[in-house]
C-alpha cells in the first residue's frame, strides 16, 4: 500500500512507496479548522468546534468497531484531529474483530493526512498507545498510520512536544519502542527529552522506560537516558514500581539490573 503523507497544505512529501520518491501534492481539502471539509456536516455550516464535540461524543458511545466504521464512512471528511485521536483511542476497547479494525484504520488514514500538522502533544502519546495495543492484529493498516506519526514528529519532536505532560513524553518513548521504530530518528530526541526532566518522572515512567530500554535493546541508540534511568531507579528504589502493563515490581528491578550492568 503506496501512502502519501502532506504537510500543511501542499508542498513536497513523502511517499513510503517503492520508488520512495519524493512528489508534490496539491492541498485536497482536509477537514482543518479553516477549510469547510469536503462535504460533510462543516461544509453545511455547521460550526468546526460544535461538528468536532458531536463527532467526538459519538466516537465515545460508540459500543462496537462497526458502530466506529459506519460514523467514518457517514462523517469522515468532517474528521478533525481531535476525532482521529479519539477514534485511535477506543480501538484497544473495542477490538474483537481483525477486518473491522483494518477497515476503519484505512479509513483515518486520509483524515489523519489531512490534519497532521494540528495534533498537539497530548494526541501524539494517546495515538501511540493505542496503535501500540493493536499494531498486532492491524498489521500495515496500523503501520501505515505509524509510518504518518513518526514522519511528523521526526521534523522536529521537540516543537511537537513542547509543554506536553510528562506522561505524554514516557508514553510515547514506550510505544514507539514496543512497536519497534528505531530507525525513524524520533527515539533519540523524546530520549534526550526524559532526561531533561527527570526530575518530574514518576515511578511508573522509569519502570516503563527502564523496561523499553532492556527489552528492546535501545541502550546504544540512548545511552543518556540509560544512565540516567538507572540512576533515578536507584533513586527510587524504595517506592512501588509498576508499569503501564501492570507489570509488578520484581518484574522491573530485573530490567533494572540488566540496565545496572551496562551502564
Sequence with gaps: MTLIFVQGQGGLSKSPGQDGALSKIPDQGGPLSNNPGQGGALSKGVQ????????SKEIMLARTLDCVRVLMEKKGSDFNHVNVSAAICRLPKLYHHTE???????LLAKPMQHNLTDFSSRHWGDMLW???????????????LLDMIT?????????????????????????LAIMGRTKD????????MLVDVRDE??????????????????????????TVMVEEAEEHSGRNFRDYSGRPHSETSKDYAVMSQDA
Design 48 to 55: 468546526p468546534y460544535q461538528a468536532c464535540i458531536a463527532i
Design 100 to 106: 473491522d479494525l483494518k477497515a476503519i484504520l484505512l
Design 130 to 144: 493505542g496503535l501500540s495495543k493493536v499494531k498486532d492484529q492491524a498489521g500495515l493498516e496500523a503501520g501505515a
Design 151 to 175: 514522519f511528523q514528529l521526526s521534523q522536529g519532536a521537540k516543537e511537537e512536544f513542547e509543554g506536553c505532560q510528562i506522561r505524554s513524553l514516557a508514553i510515547s518513548f514506550y510505544a
Design 185 to 192: 530518528g524520533v527515539l533519540p530526541q523524546i530520549a534526550e
Design 201 to 226: 518522572l514518576n515511578c511508573q515512567d522509569i519502570s516503563n522506560t527502564l523496561w523499553a530500554l532492556a527489552s528492546c535493546d535501545l541502550k546504544d541508540l540512548c545511552p543518556r537516558l540509560v
